[in-house]
């Protein structure tokens, strides 16, 4: 699990196991003000997730709203235009590369990588989030070049 903003990469967590709301908890609760916190964000940014069920739990939008994190909107069935997803293949191809030849390898190796990832990267990717969004408006929801 990982985030970023503009301003970089995030913390990159391995997910020990089956993940359940509980678990996506604990790991917002270890990492993500602190990511935040590393990224210059300040306490006023805007989370974006999808729409899986231990996302929205009652009592994970009840852990947001106590730590007062604004989270996105995100209409169910909605095409995917979450910009990390660009981010995930650039790991997935780069931890490819690196042929990782045992799970130790494969958790080194997606964090090297994870940490790599430019700031311009980034920020292009946040740049270009709004052009993303009329894409899929003048689409009516269809496919677009993202």
């Avoid at 990588?113 to 969004?133: D, F, G, M, N, Q």
């Amino acid at each position: 699990m990982g985030g970023f903003s503009s301003a970089g990469t995030g913390k990159l967590v391995k997910v020990d196991g089956k993940m359940d709301g509980a678990k996506y908890r604990a790991i917002l609760e270890e990492n993500l003000l602190e990511s935040a916190k590393d990224l210059r964000l300040g306490r006023r940014f805007t989370f974006q997730q999808d729409n899986d069920p231990k996302h929205k739990a009652r009592a994970t939008m009840e852990w947001f709203k106590k730590k007062n994190i604004h989270v996105l909107e995100w209409p169910s069935q909605s095409p995917d235009l979450n910009p990390i997803e660009n981010l995930w293949q650039d790991l997935k191809t780069a931890v490819h590369k690196r042929s990782p030849s045992n799970l130790t390898e494969l958790e080194l190796f997606c964090k090297e990588e994870w940490a790599r990832i430019s700031v311009t990267r980034c920020a292009k990717l946040v740049e270009t989030y709004p052009k993303r969004l009329a894409a899929v408006i003048a689409a009516k929801g269809g496919s677009t070049k993202y």
